[in-house]
Nanobody, 118 residues
Framework: QVQLVESGGGLVQAGDSLRLSCKAS????????MGWFRQGPGKERELLAR????????YYADSVKGRFTISRDNAKTTLYLQMNSLKSEDTAIYYC???????????WGQGTQVTVSS
């Protein structure tokens, strides 16, 4: 069983930066595909970024491309999301997720709230 715990959310102003962390336990991080999702008020959950387990290949949604960076430190069993140039529309609960198979996320964190004031 994999446990994921996010941290790093908070209240910031538009244009600020935040770094989210997701600490994993229960399985070696290098064996997992990892992703960051978010769900804003009244919106569906969306995939923001993902990183593959094999070569660390990354994908970004258009809404965050160029502003957000996903990275992983397998030694620290931690996934990160660096968020720059935050906008009010980035306000959401952010979740990290993991899975053994690409595109299938079986494990989810509890989420961390990010609020961006304009």
């Amino acid at each position: 069983q994999v446990q994921l715990v996010e941290s790093g959310g908070g209240l910031v102003q538009a244009g600020d930066s935040l770094r989210l962390s997701c600490k994993a336990s229960g399985r070696t991080l290098s064996t997992l595909h990892m992703g960051w999702f978010r769900q804003g008020p009244g919106k569906e959950r969306e995939l923001l970024a993902r990183t593959s387990r094999n070569f660390g290949a990354t994908y970004y949604a258009d809404s965050v491309k160029g502003r957000f960076t996903i990275s992983r430190d397998n030694a620290k069993t931690t996934l990160y999301l660096q968020m720059n140039s935050l906008k009010s529309e980035d306000t959401a609960i952010y979740y990290c997720a993991a899975g053994v198979l690409a595109g299938q996320y079986n494990y989810w964190g509890q989420g961390t709230q990010v609020t961006v004031s304009s």
